[in-house]
Each structure stands twice: as structure tokens, then as C-alpha cells.
């Protein structure tokens, strides 16, 4: 069984090759079920081909948003014959992560500044730069607009908070 490895979002193709195992000219209609079928195109519906002639159908894919595992399977039907072929579309999580503070409170002064350290860490397959935002009062900001982390390591940035005279959140 074929299987491939993708990354949430990414698209690519199977192939498989139908072949007229008969004496005589004869018709397929092709469909695709299974768990991914949802995720694939096929290049063609209906083939005909000559007796021991064969031809390429290809399965256009794009990986679905969840990680997992997808089941594709092509079924291939004449007047007097129905068969199938399996294939794998293995979703990674390339793109997982996690942010964590030391604390998730903090009381806090007008007119003082407090560094909150955050942590964001990466635990998809893959290396990613992270884009940093923030919403909330104004007397908050970020030290820095992105950060870089490899796959299974952490990178480190600081939220600032510095409220004014009278300022409230």
C-alpha cells in the first residue's frame, strides 16, 4: 500500500495505472471513496482502452486542515469487472504549538513596567517563524514581531506592560 506524508494544506497526487486485462475493447468508470476521498480530484471519470492496453489516472490531492491518517481508494468498474487500490494520505502536524507563561496572572502597577517572559513551543514536524500579535489595552506590547523556532524547540519572546496613570484591564 502506498502512502504519503504531507503537511496540513499541501497538495499532490497518486497514481495508478488501469490496465484492459481483457481479449476485448472495453469502458471503466473510475470513482474515489474512502476517508480522503473528499480531498481528491481525478484526472478522468471514464477511460476506454484496447485489449492489454493500460493508461495513467492520477489522484489530485489536497491535504486537509486536521492531521491524520486518510484512506484513498480508486475504484475501477467495466460491464463484467470492479476493482480497487488503496492508497494512504498521512497529514502531519507540521505546524503545532503551544505558548506558556510563567504565570497567568499578574498584578500590576500605573506609571511601573512588568516583562512577562513567553514561551512558544514548537511542536510540529517542521521548522516555522511565528508572527506575533497582540489585542488588548494599548499598555501592552510585544518585544518583537515573530519569532523562528525549529521543530521540538522553543523560542522566547516578552510581552511588555507599562499602564499609565489610571489605565484599567
Known amino acids: 500500500e502506498e502512502s504519503k506524508s504531507v503537511c496540513p494544506g499541501d497538495s499532490g497526487k497518486f497514481d495508478f495505472i488501469v490496465t484492459n486485462e481483457g481479449e476485448f475493447r472495453d469502458s471503466y468508470l473510475i470513482k474515489v471513496s474512502g476517508v480522503g476521498a473528499e480531498f481528491v480530484t481525478l484526472s478522468q471519470n471514464i477511460l476506454e482502452l484496447d485489449p492489454?492496453?493500460?493508461q495513467i489516472v492520477s489522484a489530485f490531492f489536497n491535504a486537509p486542515a486536521d492531521s491524520?491518517?486518510?484512506d484513498i481508494v480508486l475504484i475501477v468498474e467495466s460491464f463484467?469487472?470492479?476493482s480497487s487500490d488503496k492508497v494512504n494520505l498521512i497529514v502531519n502536524a507540521c505546524y503545532d504549538y503551544s505558548l506558556v507563561s510563567e504565570k497567568n496572572f499578574y498584578s500590576v502597577c500605573d506609571r511601573s513596567t512588568t516583562v512577562v517572559p513567553i514561551s512558544?513551543?514548537?511542536k510540529g514536524s517542521i521548522a516555522n517563524n511565528y508572527d506575533l500579535s497582540l489585542s488588548g489595552p494599548d499598555f501592552g506590547a510585544l518585544e518583537q514581531s515573530s519569532v523562528s523556532v525549529n521543530s521540538g524547540g522553543t523560542g522566547n519572546f516578552n510581552l511588555i506592560i507599562s499602564p499609565n496613570y489610571g489605565d484599567v484591564g
Do not use: V
Open 52 to 54: 492489454k492496453q493500460s
Open 68 to 70: 491524520g491518517n486518510y
Open 120 to 122: 512558544i513551543n514548537n
Open 80 to 82: 463484467s469487472k470492479k
